[in-house]
């Protein structure tokens, strides 16, 4: 039973990156802008986050560096696709690139540093309740933000009249701009808020998942993020679910490993993409279906007036 409590908590660590950042490019996508760089903000954010914790032991200070660093980020990425008209998808891959690279050449100092061991979080009263407490109720508050946040985008997506605008701009932005919204300043506060969240995700896995720095240490988790989008058919729920379930499937490997299942480390390794992989080819049988979720204007320019 203790195993499972403990399986149970590291999938929930293990899947609040992809949730965070599958939630954020969610918002990015409902608004009709695709963004490619997520791997590479991930990053940027994940170096900036290590960089301040270290110099300051200050989580919170952590958490913002790597949001405002990868909101930035974004923010350009914004400015380029959206009022420069871009192509999204070779200018997402350029930022993923650039990051992959900057995060790289800017972490250097920091290769090989862990941050000092900090005091387990506890829910005073709970914690020590029988497999729920070392499940649930012992995790970094990150985890309960990730799953408050999820919330709040259902609220703001399906009850509130901003999130309907918001979904109008991805569905068919002519008809919100002839209505009077200014449709690219909606999909830039889109992007800066997927942005945001990616940031928050890297920020995560280099403070309290590793928690260290080393070169390319998101490990692809951007692009699965990506596909958890489509994995949820753009509902947030969905994305938090899917986010725990590769998160399962990512700790499932230490599992096996740690019970001597005689896998190669290889094969285990590549239970996280090879289950990503499966889900989208299962979803793809099913082009239909995909199209009547994905909104209308995903990864189209607008222009204004044209």
């Not at 239909?288 to 204007?297: C, I």
């Amino acid at each position: 039973m203790n195993e499972a409590a403990l399986l149970v908590a590291a999938t929930l660590v293990a899947g609040t990156p992809l949730a965070l950042a599958g939630l954020g490019l969610l918002v990015n996508e409902r608004a009709g802008v695709l963004n490619l760089g997520a791997e590479g903000l991930m990053l940027v954010a994940a170096v900036s986050g290590f960089a301040v914790a270290s110099a300051s032991d200050n989580h919170l200070l952590a958490f913002a560096a790597g949001g405002a660093a990868a909101g930035l980020l974004a923010a350009a990425f914004g400015l380029l696709v959206i009022w420069l008209n871009t192509n999204q998808y070779a200018t997402g891959l350029a930022f993923s690139l650039f990051g992959y690279g900057f995060s790289a050449f800017v972490g250097v100092p920091y290769v090989g540093r862990k941050l000092a061991e900090r005091a387990a979080f506890e829910l005073p009263g709970l914690a020590q309740l029988p497999f729920v407490g070392p499940a649930l109720l012992r995790q970094h508050p990150m985890v309960y933000v990730t799953i408050a946040l999820a919330l709040a985008i259902v609220w703001f997506l399906y009850r509130s009249r901003a999130g309907l605008v918001l979904r109008a701009v991805g569905e068919n932005p002519e008809s919100a701009h002839a209505l009077g919204y200014n449709v690219r300043l909606l999909r830039l506060a889109a992007v800066v808020f997927g942005g945001l969240m990616c940031g928050l995700a890297g920020a995560f896995l280099s403070i309290v998942y590793a928690p260290l720095w080393v070169e390319g240490l998101s490990a692809g988790r951007g692009w699965i993020a990506l596909a958890l989008t489509t994995f949820a058919t753009w509902r947030p729920l969905r994305v938090l679910l899917g986010a725990y379930l590769f998160g399962g499937v990512t700790m499932l490997q230490f599992q096996l490993q740690a019970q001597g299942v005689q896998i190669a480390t290889e094969w285990l390794a590549m239970l996280p993409y090879l289950a990503t992989v499966v889900v989208l080819a299962l979803i793809s049988r099913n082009a239909a279906f995909v199209r009547v979720n994905m909104p209308a204007s995903l990864g189209k320019p607008f222009h204004p007036g044209s």
